[in-house]
Each structure stands twice: as C-alpha cells, then as structure tokens.
C-alpha cells in the first residue's frame, strides 16, 4: 500500500511538471465545439469587393463594425475560427455575416457560450462610392465615418453612430418594428433633412438640415441636439425627455414627449416665440411660471409640448 501510495504521487508531480511545461509553452488553449472538439484560433483576413451601392450586415461583435474611408474598397475582418466572418457580393450588395457555430468553447477551465465575440468588421468605401442603404441585423456598434449613407435600417439591437457626413439628399434612419434596439448618435452630419426613428436614445450634434424638414423620433429614450441647425425640426418622444441647447431655427422647432420632461435653451431674440403646453407637470420660461414668451407670429417659433412632465427653457 505505501508502495502504491509513492508511485503516485511520483506520478502526480510529473503530471504537474509536464503540464506547468506545457503552460509555458502556450499549450493552454481555447477549444470550441463544431462537430468534434476543435482549437480556436484568431484568424486576419482583407476581403476586397468591386464597387457596391449597398451593404447588408448580420453580425454580432463585441468590437464595432467599421463604415470608414479607404483608398481601395475592401473588408478588414479580425476575428477567431470559432466565430467565422464571412462576406460576398450580389447586384452591388456587399454582405457581411458572421456565423455561430453550435456549442460551447472552453477557454483554459472556463466555459463560455459562443456569442461572436472578439471580432472586428472594418470596411472601408473610396471616396468616389456612394452608398444608398445600410441595414444592420444582430447586436453590435455601426459605426459610420467620412463615408455619405442615404438610408440607414436598423433592424437588431444596433448602436449606430455617424460622423464627418455630407449627403446632398435627405437622411433617413428607421428601426423596424420587430426590432431596431439600440441608440443613434450623429455628429457633424450635414444633409437636406433628416428622417430619424430609434428606440432607445438619440443625440444629435454639430449637424445641418436645413434645407427640407426634419422628424426625430424616439420610442423608449431620451433626446438630446447640441448645436445644430434646422429648418423645421419636430422630436417627439413616447417615453423620455428631450434637452437641447441652443439651436439655429429657421422656422420651426417642435417637441412632444408623452412621459418626461423638456429642457432647452433658447436666446430672447427678436421673433422668438415660445409656446408650452403641460398637462401634468410645471412650465417656465426665463425663470417665470408662465406657458407662452413673445408673439405668436415670431419667425422662431418653439412649441414645446409634455402630457406628464416639466418644460423648462433658460437663456
């Protein structure tokens, strides 16, 4: 019995040498399931396309998905074997999926169910290619950067974020009604007029559309515009509040939520006008209760509306 005793344990710590060896040589590794045991690894690839008028993702990231400015149209894609991202192109749509392989993946003795991530998506559009529509599936970040987009579908649990955009057309930015979760952030975005409907919050900064009227909607979050220039601008939103600061208006800037407040800033300026309408909740304006400020054939007219909530506007 001693004798089987030692014979163990000689053999457990040559067990234990062998393994702290092979840990020392990156022999620790992350191991998926895809009909059979397989060793995941990261994987770099650069796809390049011809010229597309449109791109489709269904992906789900931990890192963004990339809509940037390249020299040359092509697709930067790192991620590992067990969560595969692929890409091709029909009728000048370029579309870009990532796979989940069915499973688990077990990462030193750890499991952890495979959800995509550690992947990055970069695609990169010359200056001279002009995209119409993006729509987006799965749950990730769009980022979209010095590249002109018409129409942006948001048909996940997408975060979309745009920036340094110029469009000579009107922006439209719709979520779908069977999904379309997530934020919208615009910055320095120039363009007619926007069209923008989101779930969750938006914020809009820097931005121009002044030539065509605007609508902002939000059904679940919260406005906010910094800085911006409108011809007619109305926001609305079902449940959140809406702030801004001041904001150039040609005609008209119109605000309703349904359940929250709106806070704004506006200049006491020759032919403002201002007229609230609270139903349950307080309203003033410069520091005075009162529900309207100058005349109501102002060529600024802002007509700020909450069925449950405060209106406050300061200078």
């Known amino acids: 019995m001693k004798k089987t ?22 022999g620790l590794k992350s191991i998926y399931w895809d009909n059979g045991f397989k060793i995941n690894h990261t994987v770099t690839k650069t796809v390049s396309f011809k010229k597309v008028t449109d791109i489709d993702i269904n992906a789900a990231t931990t890192g963004p998905i990339m809509i940037e400015r390249g020299d040359t149209p092509e697709v930067k894609i790192k991620t590992s074997k067990s969560r595969p991202v692929t890409t091709s192109v029909s009728d000048g749509k370029l579309n870009v999926t990532a796979k989940q392989h069915s499973g688990f993946q077990l990462h030193g003795f750890s499991f952890e169910y495979d959800d995509y991530s550690h992947s990055n998506v970069t695609i990169m559009i010359p200056k001279n290619m002009k995209l119409n529509t993006v729509t987006t599936a799965g749950d990730s970040t769009v980022i979209v950067k010095d590249v002109s987009v018409k129409t942006i579908v948001n048909n996940g649990d997408n975060d979309i974020n745009l920036s340094n955009m110029s469009l000579a057309d009107m922006l439209t930015i719709q979520s779908s009604s069977s999904g379309g979760d997530g934020d919208v952030t615009l910055n320095n975005v120039a363009a007619k007029g926007l069209t923008l409907s989101a779930y969750d919050d938006v914020t809009i900064a820097n931005s121009r559309f002044n030539a065509q009227d605007s609508t902002v909607q939000s059904q679940d979050g919260d406005i906010t515009f ?3 220039d409108w011809r007619n601008v109305s926001a609305s939103s079902s449940d959140g509040d809406i702030n801004f600061n001041q904001q150039k208006i040609h005609q008209t800037f119109k605000a309703t939520t349904t359940d929250g407040d709106i806070m704004g800033v506006v200049s006491p300026d020759k032919g403002v006008s201002i007229q609230t309408h609270v139903s349950d909740g307080d309203s003033t304006i410069f520091g005075f209760s009162r529900n309207s400020y100058g005349s109501t054939t102002g060529n600024q007219i802002y007509d700020l509306s909450s069925t449950d909530g405060d209106v406050g506007i300061t200078r």
């Open 5 to 26: 005793a030692i014979v163990g344990a000689i053999i457990a710590v040559i067990g234990v040498i062998l393994f702290s060896i092979g840990l020392g040589r990156n």
């Open 226 to 228: 910094h800085q911006n």
